[in-house]
């Protein structure tokens, strides 16, 4: 699961700073998520976008376009299919799972190609569980 440092939170909006590059990206907190953090705080969680539009590639690296603010435009290499959720978990310089829209399926695509996507909204931090520590 990956790993960012909070850049901030305000209005359900978490900016998030991926080490050790130079993204520092805003998400909305999934519905139902609810969190405690300061600015400079280490967090684990996952990245759900939303696809409009998805493309096989051959050329260029993995990215997130812009490098500050909302993600509007991702490409990377996928890591995983999962068929039952219409979803791909995607290497962008960090993992993202990406909900395909109805007319594409997840099926039609393998681990290791490349895809590039424009995202329909702002994609959502779900913060992992915080776990206590063990004695």
Known sequence: M??????SLA???ITLRVPPTNYRNAFVLKP???ISVVPGERIRGTIHAPAWKVDRVDLGGNYVEPLYGRPRRMQGTILSVNPATNELTVQVGYEVTVKLPEKYKAADFQPGQRVGWDNIEIPAFEPAPVTAPTA
Do not use: L
Request: aromatic share 8%; hydrophobic share 35%; charged share 25%.
């Open 11 to 13: 209005d359900n909006v």
């Open 2 to 7: 990956p790993k960012f440092i909070v850049e």
């Open 32 to 34: 139902g998520s609810s």
